[in-house]
């Protein structure tokens, strides 16, 4: 299994940017697919998570700037986001997992990305 993430980058405060998780090699079931990111010297934190089969979206405190989509024909899922802050500057990581959408710890995750930095900066 392998969750490859892309779109990441430098963006001026206030831009956009879509990331991008494609998904590979897994079985066939519903999963949880979460973004999550971690900047520099502090934890995890939980951004959103959609369940695969229905497309519920589960959004944390970014609702509103960001926004979580799925595609299964190219099991690919999304996050936009808009509005970009400086604080926003993280490595964003996808991962998957059958049961956990909201996890402490990116070990919980069954299957997890290598990350895409996000730097927001003038």
């Known amino acids: 299994v392998q969750l490859v993430e892309s779109g990441g980058g430098l963006v001026q405060p206030g831009g956009s940017l879509r990331l991008s998780c494609t998904a590979s090699g897994l079985p066939r079931s519903s999963f949880y697919m979460t973004w999550v990111r971690q900047a520099p010297g502090k934890g995890l934190e939980w951004v959103s998570s959609i369940y695969t089969n229905g497309g519920r979206t589960y959004d944390g405190e970014l609702k509103g700037r960001f926004t979580i989509s799925y595609d299964n024909s190219v099991n690919t899922v999304y996050l936009q986001m808009n509005s970009l802050k400086p604080e926003d500057t993280a490595v964003y990581y996808c991962?998957?997992?059958?049961?956990?959408?909201?996890?402490?710890?990116?070990?919980?995750?069954?299957?997890r990305g290598q990350g895409t930095q996000v730097t927001v900066s003038s």
């Open positions: 991962a998957a997992d059958r049961l956990i959408a909201r996890a402490r710890s990116l070990q919980e995750y069954t299957y």
